[in-house]
């Protein structure tokens, strides 16, 4: 059974090093697994909109489909359950749940019905759901009626209505609540770039409308005050009876200076870490409020908190939810001096995939942006973890690997993911070493159970630990050999 041997292998010495009652699991969205997207009274988000329209996705596919999870639910869980987790995230879809959206708009029981089924068989397998609110699928009625995130006033009261129906609902059972699933990648990928829903983007020869200069900040300002006034409702409200824990996951990368000896450089890599992380993460962990380096390139394109609105944002989480994937080196795009354009939404910055010394920011995976860094992970964890000394939840980390796009059933080595086995074996391994050093790490969800839609890319990313046959009816699952590794090595870690 023991395949991977590690009372004999480099992380020996790592043995029980974990809590014991650490989670670990993988992460999943509504959107990218369920499928269903119109099934049982299911309302259109924003993400079937994209989907259905011809030029958004890169291969032109939906997600119709997805992976058929709305169908094939116990499947999945017994897989989970193979697999050796003793957790499971996933999101809820709002628009299943409340097909318009809004306050005053009907709850669809069928929607309901499908979520307490879900969590009745995770539970009934003894895995603990990890729910996540929102991942990024706003319901396109409130899209229609008001724009959504963009008018505050009126979308506060409607996400804080659909997260009261979910506590009163799943409560009792879920004990692990995520409001928001990187509310700074919903902002900049839908409202600058463009690439994700609602496609709004200064960039004409792309989209319609929208400008990148203030919307995003705009849309991240909101996120931050629905997500505070729902962290309160949940305390003053459900948690003396309910008993559960609930916070935010903010997106975040290592960002490292390309010339570690330039204090320009230097500079640089921490305002990439702030324009990145503490955009959310000093409001919600640290002081209320936006960080100086924001301030001063933005302005008053960035809005301001009320005093009132501070105290309420503040400490509105239990603990620090991390997505994070690979890191960066970075330097000063535009030099010293010279204007900054007010498009610029990431603190102008210049990447680059070596150092300048020509040291690599790590080994190349199926995706541009994502390079295995497990040395920028280590240094993130205490980077996070000194600035903000709040337990830290990873909720997704994962990355895909070349040579997976082959017809199935799927032959040869495809599924001895040697790539994705290295990738977890440091990423878990820094994890272990970061706890020994004293950082409280209490979760760790793998990106993600099944190759899935991976949103604008459709389904050219496959990040899964089980390979999906996506042209056969059933969306064939065939685990992958790191769904293996990740087994042990997880036994080999937690504490008994
Ligand atoms: C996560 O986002 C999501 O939560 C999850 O749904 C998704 O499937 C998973 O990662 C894998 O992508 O093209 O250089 O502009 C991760 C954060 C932010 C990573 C946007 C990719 C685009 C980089 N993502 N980023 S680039």
Redesign the pocket.
């Known amino acids: 059974m023991a395949e991977f041997d590690f009372d004999n292998s480099p992380e020996a010495g790592l043995k029980g090093s974990l809590r014991k009652d650490f989670f670990w699991g993988y992460a999943t ?1 509504a959107p ?1 697994i369920e499928g269903a997207w119109n099934a049982d009274g299911k309302g259109p988000s924003t993400w079937d909109i994209l989907a259905h329209t011809p030029g958004r996705v890169i291969d032109a596919s939906t997600a119709d489909d997805a992976t058929r999870s709305y169908d094939f639910f116990r499947e999945d869980v017994k897989l989970m359950k193979s697999y050796g987790v003793n957790a499971y995230r996933f999101s809820l879809s709002w628009s299943r749940i409340i097909p318009l959206g809004g306050k005053d708009d009907p709850v669809n029981e069928a929607g309901i019905k499908f979520y307490s089924e879900l969590i009745d068989e995770l539970l009934a397998h003894d895995i603990t759901p990890f729910v996540t609110l929102f ?2 699928d706003v319901p396109q009625a409130l899209e229609d009626r008001y724009k959504s995130m963009l008018d505050a006033e009126k979308y506060v009261p409607d996400f804080v209505r659909y997260a009261r129906v979910c506590f009163e609902t799943f409560g009792g059972k879920v004990k692990h609540w995520i409001t928001y ?2 509310p700074g ?1 919903y902002a ?2 839908g409202y600058a ?1 463009g690439a994700h829903a609602p496609n709004r983007s200064s960039d004409r020869e792309k989209y319609s409308e929208g400008d990148t200069s203030t919307e995003p900040w705009i849309v991240g300002h909101t996120q931050l005050l629905s997500h505070a006034q729902v962290y309160r409702m949940y305390k003053e409200e459900f948690a003396h009876t309910q008993h559960g824990t609930i916070g935010i996951t903010l ?1 975040g990368n290592w960002s490292a200076p390309y010339d570690a000896t330039s204090p320009a450089d230097i500079a640089a890599a921490q305002r990439a870490l702030e324009f990145e992380i503490a955009w959310f993460a000093d409001p919600v962990h640290g002081s209320g409020d936006y960080p100086a380096s924001m301030r001063a390139q933005l302005g008053s394109r960035l809005p301001t908190f009320t005093d009132a609105e501070k105290q309420t944002v503040k400490g509105s989480s239990d603990f620090y939810g991390m ?1 994070t ?1 690979t890191a960066f080196f970075v330097r000063d795009k535009v030099p010293p001096g010279q204007p900054i354009p007010p498009e610029d939404h990431k603190g102008n910055l210049a990447w680059s995939d070596i150092n300048s010394e020509g040291v690599s920011r790590g080994a190349e995976s199926d ?4 390079r295995t860094s497990p040395w920028g992970f280590a240094k993130l964890l205490h980077w996070v973890w000194d600035r903000y000394r709040v337990p830290i939840y990873i909720t ?1 980390n ?1 990355t895909t690997a070349k040579g997976e796009h082959v017809p199935a059933p799927p032959a040869g080595d495809v599924l001895n993911d040697v790539h994705r086995i290295e990738f977890y074996r440091a990423y878990v391994g820094e994890v272990a070493k970061a706890v020994t050093e004293g950082i409280d790490i209490r979760s760790y969800f793998g ?2 159970l099944l190759d ?1 839609w ?2 604008a890319k459709g389904y050219t ?1 496959r ?1 899964g630990v089980t390979w999906v046959d996506f042209e056969s009816e059933e969306k064939k699952r065939y685990p992958k050999r790191s769904a293996a590794f990740n087994r042990e090595f997880f036994e080999h870690l937690i504490a008994r």
């Open positions: 969205a990218q991942h990024w699933n990187e990648v900049l990928a770039g997106s997505n994937y995706t541009e942006w994502l997704e994962g990106w993600t899935n991976e949103w990313d990040f």
